[in-house]
């Protein structure tokens, strides 16, 4: 039987002391939930206030890798936090990369995945508002949060019909967010992003490196399971629930303390 997971523990900013002592740092967040808040309809999803102008600060003091990863396409990333923050960004769950230097990287599923993808995206379309579909580098989502009770049963019968089958193998699975589902290809999550990042680093023969990770959902899990002991895999919402997540933020106060502390906190 599987162990059921903890409740994060509030995060002790006495921690941040940890900053001074450690060579290199890499804070990690996810968007949605994290850095702004949910909206009903998903652009009008803007920064928390003082977010953008925290994440400048900490880019400038320049002692912190700060990578944003998030499950949106990063074009729509680029609409709600601007372009010049010069921050690296990974989208669609890890099948997009913009590094900080500006180079764009794009993983692609396989054809026949494609083909199946973009047939849930046809039922989708064809069972609930086209403006609910979401299509991706390597999915498709369906968002919840704008339709009514009955456009959500809808969803529910769509899902059950034309999105459990396919995700009955290996190259593909069903999701379930905060406000909807996603079909997406297999191979690639925000997991693989934190060890991608830590390969570049062990690379670098850097060694005391401080890995954070902030995120709120489902999707966010992958990235904490692929953090290591020593690392801050960080829960941000109103109220903790089991998470592979060692520590607890409500934001946006405490989430605006941590990247204020954490920018004035210096080796």
């Given amino acids: 039987m599987t162990k059921p997971l903890p409740l994060p523990s509030p995060f002790d900013f006495a921690q941040l002391d940890h900053l001074a002592r450690v060579a290199h740092r890499v804070l990690m967040l996810d968007y949605d939930g994290t850095l702004a808040p949910f909206r009903p309809q998903r652009m009008d999803a803007v920064p928390y206030p003082g977010v953008v102008e925290a994440l400048r600060d900490l880019t400038a003091a320049q002692h912190t890798r700060v990578v944003i990863v998030s499950g949106r396409p990063l074009a729509e990333l680029h609409v709600l ?91 593909i699975e069903l999701r379930v967010f905060d406000g909807g589902y996603e079909l997406r290809a297999a191979g690639r999550t925000k997991g693989d992003v934190v060890t991608t990042l ?18 709120d959902d489902d999707t966010d899990e992958d990235a904490f399971a692929a953090l290591g002991a020593d690392d801050w895999p960080i829960l941000v919402r109103s109220q903790p629930h089991p998470s592979r997540a060692r520590f607890w933020l409500s934001p946006p106060a405490d989430l605006l303390r941590f990247i204020h502390d954490w920018t004035i906190r210096r080796r």
Avoid: C
């Avoid at 919840?144 to 999105?163: E, G, Y």
């Fill in 81 to 171: 936090l601007g372009t010049d923050l010069g921050i690296e960004m990974w989208g669609a769950h890890g099948w997009e990369r913009l590094t900080a230097g500006g180079r764009f990287e794009q993983w692609q599923p396989s054809l026949d995945v494609a083909h199946v993808l973009n047939r849930a995206a046809e039922s989708a379309r064809a069972h609930v508002p086209a403006t609910a579909v979401e299509v991706k580098a390597a999915s498709v989502a369906v968002h919840t949060r704008a339709l009514t009770a009955a456009q959500r049963s809808d969803v529910d019968r769509m899902v059950d019909a034309h999105w459990v089958s396919p995700a009955g193998n290996d190259a």
């Fill in 198 to 215: 830590r390969d570049e680093i062990s690379d670098q023969r850097i060694t005391s490196v401080l890995f954070a990770y902030l995120g």
